[in-house]
């Protein structure tokens, strides 16, 4: 993206540039516009229709699914796909395949075990959005869980000392401002609800929701900085404690009623739909996230906002007033404000500086530029949607 009103003569590049002579037009550079495109409509559906159909399946009429069960079935059927997976890497050879697990899982079970503080955490997040979902509107939750943005640069620079710009503090501050005008909305009334809502069970669940993410997937990144493993490998790792953990909670919430009732009491064609989602729509996120820059994810979270709210009118009679708008509107400016380039950040900022004098970066004739400085800490700005398009969950 180029910059404009800087002023100043230097050559716009960045990690994604590619000379002119590097690809033949028509070729590379159209099949990688084709995937840009793919990601963002794939990452766009998946964030909206995993809220919305979990919206539309606990508010059917009828005998209501026990949530515990829906998580563990999305582990199994996530772990069992990843297994197959790697399965196929093995060209098929069931003895290559054991050895492998053996060595990854058994041998290696330091990292193994170090999966498991995550794997609690992300079964205990997925629980909570059921909590959360099932007492809060669709809209509503979709902008309230941006929080995990939030969360996620908070826990990056605590615990891995990352470094945040100017521009980042103050989208993390519009959104929140953003997600707190949401809620006043909501307590206020925002329109009529079914008795069986509790909205303030709804945002202690979403908010616990968003602090595990943010903590689990930095605790993640921590941990398992610079290990060998691929995706597919480790989401069989988490899978497996997923599914162990699940059932734990599941006893322990609903165990009584699930051994009366059964596992796949009150399951229907909806539920189904929500499962699967829940296990294959985090793995072909995986699969497309890595053609997604930066701009584009922040691009795909704005969308599904506003494709969710529209989808809640039509689904749910959501009433959208101007104070919702006003916040969501906020959250929407804050995720894409926080998803730029630290590079873009200072072009804008050296755009808004060039009216009142030189550009701050040009150098005066006959000077050496000054030398750069070496910095031990991370920038959280070339990855701001930490880091869940690795995990999965």
Not at 44 to 51: D, E, G, M, P, T
Not at 119 to 137: E, F
Not at 285 to 309: E, R
Request: glycine content about 10%; aromatic content about 8%.
């Amino acid at each position: 993206m180029a910059a404009v009103g800087s002023g100043c003569s230097t050559a716009a590049t960045g990690p994604g540039a590619v000379s002119a002579g590097a690809l033949e037009p028509g070729t590379a550079s159209a099949a990688h516009r084709r995937l840009k495109y793919i990601s963002l409509a794939v990452l766009v559906v998946q964030n909206a229709s995993l809220i919305l159909s979990i919206r539309y399946a606990r508010t059917l009429p009828g005998d209501r699914f026990f949530a515990t069960t829906a998580v563990v079935m999305a582990e199994v059927l996530k772990g069992v796909t990843c297994l197959l997976l790697l399965f196929a890497q093995k060209r098929g050879n069931v003895k290559h395949l054991v050895l492998f697990l053996h060595e990854a899982v058994l041998v290696q079970y330091v990292d193994t075990l170090k999966l498991a503080v995550p794997s609690l955490i992300y079964t205990l997040q997925n629980n909570l959005q059921y909590v959360a979902i099932s007492n809060l509107p669709a809209a509503t939750f979709q902008v309230t869980y941006q929080l995990k943005i939030l969360t996620t640069a908070l826990f990056s620079v605590l615990m891995l000392n990352r470094s945040l710009s100017r521009l980042q503090w103050a989208s993390l501050l519009l959104l929140f401002t953003g997600v707190a005008i949401v809620q006043a909305q909501q307590a206020g009334g925002g329109g009529p609800r079914p008795l069986d809502q509790n909205p303030g069970a709804g945002l202690a669940a979403v908010v616990a929701s968003c602090l595990s993410s943010g903590f689990a997937g930095v605790y993640f990144e921590k941990i398992l900085k610079g290990s060998s493993g691929s995706v597919w490998l480790r989401n069989l790792q988490l899978g497996l404690f997923g599914t162990a953990l699940g059932l734990v909670g599941l006893w322990w919430a609903e165990g009584t009623a699930v051994a009366r009732r059964g596992f796949f009491f009150g399951y229907t064609p909806a539920v189904w739909g929500v499962v699967l989602n829940q296990a294959f729509g985090g793995l072909l996120v995986a699969v497309v996230v890595k053609y997604a820059d930066n701009i584009l994810k922040g691009f795909a979270t704005s969308l599904s906002i506003v494709l969710s709210t529209v989808a809640s009118i039509r689904l749910f009679g959501f009433h959208v007033d101007p104070l919702f708008a006003l916040g969501a509107g906020l959250v929407i400016g804050a995720v894409y404000l926080y998803s730029l380039p630290r590079g873009a950040a200072k072009a804008i900022a050296s755009a808004s500086a060039s009216a009142s004098g030189p550009c701050p970066h040009q150098q005066p004739p006959g000077q050496p530029p000054p030398p750069k400085l070496s910095s031990h800490r991370g920038d959280l700005s070339t990855e701001p949607f930490l880091p869940k398009s690795v995990l999965v969950k």
